[in-house]
């Protein structure tokens, strides 16, 4: 391993600058650059594995403030419209309502899921509860299994 990438891994794996790293990398992955959280909070848990609760809690806050700006993007976007009646093909949106941010982890679509319930104006207090669940569920698992599920198994498949 090159030295400048080793250093950089050790300065990463202090608490004082992974933690507010894997902050901002789930913050902006859930607003304005789509990208991946999971390899941040790996490699600070796998150094750090003492700190896997915090640092899931700390990617699971980032990534949910990152789903509310996002959420309140779409809100503003249907304010400057000013649409009375929500476009067919989010009806169903409405119908399932904030349930549905469960799943604002999803790649592709979360983000998406997100800006369209602002857009619908769906209450942003279960907004908040179903993504925050959803995204910390999707943290949790996804840590454990890259921690857990031995490497000769990842690169077979890889």
């Known amino acids: ?54 640092a899931v809690a700390v990617a699971t806050v980032g990534n949910t403030l990152g789903g509310m700006v996002t959420y309140f993007m779409g809100y503003g976007a249907h304010e400057l419209l000013a649409h009375d009646k929500p476009p067919v093909h989010l009806r169903w949106l409405q119908r399932l309502g904030a349930p549905v941010l469960l799943l604002s982890w999803v790649p592709l679509i979360g983000d998406a899921l997100c800006a369209m319930a602002g857009w619908l104006k769906l209450a942003w207090k279960p907004v908040l509860l179903w993504m925050s669940l959803g995204k910390f569920i999707r943290f949790v698992v996804m840590t454990v299994a890259l921690l857990w599920i031995p490497e000769s198994f990842w690169q077979r498949l890889f």
């Open 1 to 54: 391993m090159p030295d400048w990438l080793n250093h950089l891994l050790q300065l990463f794996s202090l608490s004082s600058v992974g933690l507010p790293a894997i902050f901002v990398v789930a913050f902006v992955s859930a607003t304005i650059m789509p990208m991946a959280t999971e390899p941040v909070l790996f490699g600070f848990v796998k150094l750090n594995p003492d700190l896997f609760w915090p």
